[in-house]
């Protein structure tokens, strides 16, 4: 069965510092990854996705995530973290089909 | 562009009763998902409609039931509501091409906060 680890339930960095969110999957064959972002009271906003090609995914708000395949991750990150950024992200999976598997999520808190 | 829209935004109710959430898909999906997010946690897969037929249900018990109407909008219903039914019912919608297993991205509506007292 398809599972998703995000390592540490809360990440802290300064503003203007760089945003390392990770994601590790468990499944038989790679499937589709994506990342959804959470602001309180809020429902979730697709931030980035990998379906298939290129590995470097590149999405919104200055987000991008590398597939990598030996390491069955799929690591957030952002070069430079704004207060804007506090939020809850998710990772998730999708095989064949239906459901989208989250992770428990990461709670980003940006201080200045 | 419509995106996804749920309502009621916030309800309560009591242990026993039952309840109807709604939620109104983005403009050229076909297909519905519904997930519970307990507070805390990730959101959990309830199941997903496709073209009207359900098409992949998680492990949640009967007493959860859906429909998808012909403009594809959708409702979730719970029966028999227990305490641990609390949580944040999140609809997604999505454009399933090449049929009911075809992976699909899923955009999420803001939510309907069940309260169970």
């Known amino acids: 069965a398809q599972s998703v680890t995000q390592l540490g339930s809360h990440v802290s960095v300064s503003e203007g510092a760089l945003v390392l969110l990770r994601c590790n999957y468990s499944s038989s064959v790679p499937p589709y990854l994506f990342w959804y972002v959470q602001y309180p009271n809020q429902g979730l906003q697709l931030l980035l996705k990998?379906?298939?090609?290129?590995?470097l995914v590149k999405g919104i708000n200055g987000f991008e995530a590398e597939f990598k395949k030996s390491e069955t991750s799929f690591h957030l990150t952002k070069p430079s973290a704004h207060m804007s950024d506090a939020a809850e992200y998710f990772c998730a999976s999708q095989g064949a089909g239906t459901a989208l598997i989250f992770g428990k999520g990461t709670t980003l808190s940006v201080s200045s | 562009e419509t995106g996804v829209t749920q309502s009621p935004t916030h309800l309560i109710k009591t242990r026993g009763q039952q309840v109807t959430l709604r939620c109104s898909s983005q403009s050229g999906h076909n297909t519905v998902s519904w997930y519970q997010q307990a507070l805390g946690q990730g959101p959990q897969f309830i199941f997903q409609y496709y073209r009207e037929e359900e098409n992949g249900r998680g492990n949640f018990p009967p007493r959860f039931s859906g429909l998808q109407f012909p403009n594809y909008s959708s409702e979730l219903n719970v029966n028999a509501l227990e305490l641990d039914d609390s949580a944040l019912y999140l609809c997604?919608?999505?454009?399933?091409?090449?049929?009911?297993?075809?992976?699909?991205?899923?955009?999420f509506g803001p939510g309907t906060r069940l309260t169970v007292l």
């Open positions: 997604a919608s999505s454009l399933k091409a090449g049929g009911r297993l075809g992976t699909d991205t899923q955009y």
């Open positions: 990998y379906t298939t090609g290129a590995t």
